[in-house]
């Protein structure tokens, strides 16, 4: 149902974009500073061009991020691994009476406090 749905939606965004191209073929000249000019371009190539360049920036700008965060992934596994291991040195003498689990009577008659049971 979900590739349905896509293939609806990227079909109505080409539909979209061609339109625009067909509406807008127009020729225009960019003016740069110090008098340079571009060759005539149509309308539609430019915003496309502009579209496009918008893209490969914010792909840019994600790859670095993910980059910083798989550095950062890499380093809190080390440190979990590190601490991991200092847990499992760790001997069960060393630990005090609150960090062990408390004593449940083994007979449940040996309690004094009374139960229901359903």
Known sequence: MGSYVKAILLLIVLVVLVTFGIKNLEPIRLHYYFELSSMPLPLYGVVYGAILVGIFIGMF??????????????????????????????????????????????????SSEETQRF
């Open 61 to 110: 700008v994600g790859i670095n991020s993910r980059f910083a965060q798989r550095k950062k992934i890499k380093m809190l596994r080390k440190e979990n691994r590190e601490l991991q291991g200092k847990v499992s040195e760790e001997s069960p003498e060393e630990k005090t009476a609150d960090e062990q689990p408390p004593k449940e009577p083994e007979d449940e008659s040996d």
